[in-house]
């Protein structure tokens, strides 16, 4: 006898079932594809899309896009941004909710650039304390930021050490507009060119590059006092203890988490460490200036001046006249991170990027990012995974513009650091200002 074959069709809130049965019967279930449309990514970057925290979709282009991964009815979706583009943050909205026997387009990812403002001073040089626009500072160089958002800077003309708020209120914390090597509190205290400043874990003391007397100074955050931790007022490269060391021209400075110091000796052409205990010792370098990779003495700086140092002790150096981005390791071996002795300004890995005398350097907070405040007038910013250099904002025309960051402009830029949340606080040297590159 012939089977008799009938067709059922099943309909429920969940699913939309197609059931045929007797012989060689099957089951079949609707799925339907999650999408929606992308709008401001750069050209030259990409975004990664995660649906319910997997199945991503790597996007380069602007307009629609639809995951691979289809859904049956019911299901709940969840898009979120994955990987976030170079130099711009992508929010999703109408990104949750449950599919409703249809496919979804109605997601919508937003990416938008940096944004650059100006926190505090202008471009008319001065020594006022204030709020905003209202305080003035004299070519500007180190900075430094708290977990509460406070900046801690160098205001190198000026001889003095100063404080921004969160919110822009300017004030000094020690030294005064006269030259000077005296230890004290407040305005009693002075200094003589000071270029870099470095918080210690705690946020309980300051350190201070003392770049003309040749000092590392320290300043009590709980009473102001000032003290000279290593160095005196006669330069020298001699490795000792505290003043028994000699320094010519520190320039940067930065702390490891076991509280040693680090220093770019400027003029010495070599990155020294000091102990908690003070005892100072060369890393790398020589007083011959050079651009050689190596083990400590071996290697070859000329002129470094920003330094930075990551959770596993290396340290990174912006080695001004050799146009290079240097790494040390915690053994002393000297690679080179970015750049060639050749100046420009070009994005690209390794040799293929170009600076031009950068300067300060400063690690995101999980150090998967080095800034550079480079004198091509930008911020530029180092992939550590990829080796990946790109310009977060500014362009090589000096400028003091606030907005967008590919449209923004920096005129000599020297400090660099970066917050908790993602800004980034720049030393805009020659502006006499201090800017945000809000992400």
Same mark, same amino acid.
């Given at each position: 006898?012939t089977p008799?074959k009938s067709?059922a069709?099943f309909v429920?809130a969940?699913t939309?079932?197609l ?12 799925a ?7 709008s401001?990514?750069?050209s030259?970057?990409?975004?990664t ?9 790597i996007?380069?282009?602007?307009g ?15 898009v979120?941004?994955?990987?976030q583009p170079?130099?711009?943050t ?10 409703n026997?249809s ?7 937003a ?5 650059v403002?100006?926190l505090?001073?202008?471009?008319t040089?001065?020594s006022?304390n204030?709020?905003g626009?209202a305080?003035?500072f ?15 800077i ?5 001889f003095?050490?100063?404080?921004i708020?969160?919110?822009g209120?300017v004030t000094t914390l020690?030294g005064?507009?006269?030259?000077g090597?005296?230890d004290?509190?407040?305005a ?5 060119y000071?270029t ?13 590059a003392?770049?003309?007397?040749n ?6 955050l ?6 000279t ?7 020298g ?9 000699s ?7 930065k702390?490891?988490?076991?509280g040693?110091l680090y220093?770019?000796d ?12 003070g005892i100072?010792?060369t890393?790398?370098?020589?007083t011959?200036?050079?651009?050689a990779?190596g ?5 070859g ?6 330094? #930075? =140092? @990551? !959770?596993s002790? +290396?340290v990174y $150096?912006g080695?001004v %006249? &050799?146009?290079?981005?240097? *790494?040390? /390791?915690?053994?002393g071996?000297?690679t080179?991170?970015a ?11 390794g ?7 950068p300067k ?12 550079v405040?480079d ?6 910013k180092?992939d550590?995974?990829?080796g ?8 090589t025309?000096?400028g ?8 923004a402009?920096?005129n000599?830029?020297?400090?660099? #650091? =970066? @917050? !908790?949340?993602? +800004?980034?606080y $720049?030393?805009?040297? %020659? &502006?006499h200002?201090?800017? *945000?590159? /809000?992400?």
């Open positions: 006898m008799i067709l069709v429920t969940a939309l079932s059931s045929l049965t007797g012989c060689g019967g099957s089951s079949t279930t609707m339907y594809t999650i999408g929606g449309t992308v401001g990514l750069d030259v970057a990409s975004v899309l995660l649906n319910n925290g997997g199945d991503p979709l996007v380069t282009a602007n629609s896009f639809t995951f691979a991964s289809a859904l049956p009815n019911g299901a709940a979706y969840t979120t941004v994955g990987t170079s130099g711009e992508c929010t999703v909205t109408h990104g949750n909710g449950s599919i026997a496919n979804v387009s109605g997601v919508t990812v990416c938008l650039p940096p944004t403002s100006t505090a001073g202008s471009t040089p001065g006022a204030g709020i626009a305080a003035s004299y070519y500007p160089t180190g900075v430094v930021v708290d977990a509460s958002g406070t900046l801690y160098a205001d190198t003309n000026n003095e050490i100063r404080k708020s969160s919110s209120v020690a005064s507009t006269t030259p090597s005296s004290g509190i407040g009693a205290a002075s200094f003589n000071p870099d400043v470095a918080l210690d874990a705690s946020e309980t003391t300051l350190y201070v003392d770049s003309y007397n000092e590392i100074r320290k300043i009590n709980a009473t102001g006092m000032v003290t931790f290593a160095g005196s007022t006669t330069p490269s001699a490795d000792g203890t505290g003043q028994g060391a320094f010519h021209y520190p320039k940067g400075v702390l490891d988490a076991s040693n220093i770019a400027f003029n010495n052409n070599a990155i020294r460490k000091i102990t908690p205990a100072v010792t890393l790398a370098g020589s011959t200036p050079g651009s990779d083990i400590g003495s071996a290697a700086f000329n002129h470094p001046k920003g330094i #930075a =140092v @990551d !959770a002790g +290396n $150096v080695d %006249d &050799n146009n290079k981005i240097r *790494k040390i /390791t915690p053994a071996v000297v080179t991170l750049g060639s002795t050749t100046p420009g300004s070009a994005n690209g890995i040799a293929a990027a170009s600076f031009k005398a300060g350097v400063a690690l995101n907070g999980d150090n998967t990012l080095l800034y405040a004198g091509n007038n930008e911020i530029r180092i550590l995974a990829t990946m250099v790109t310009t977060l904002a500014g362009s025309t000096p003091s513009t606030n907005g967008p960051a590919a449209s402009s920096f000599n830029p020297v400090g660099v #650091a =970066v @917050d !908790a949340a993602g +800004n980034v $720049v030393g805009d040297t %020659d &502006n200002q201090y800017r *945000k590159i /809000t992400p």
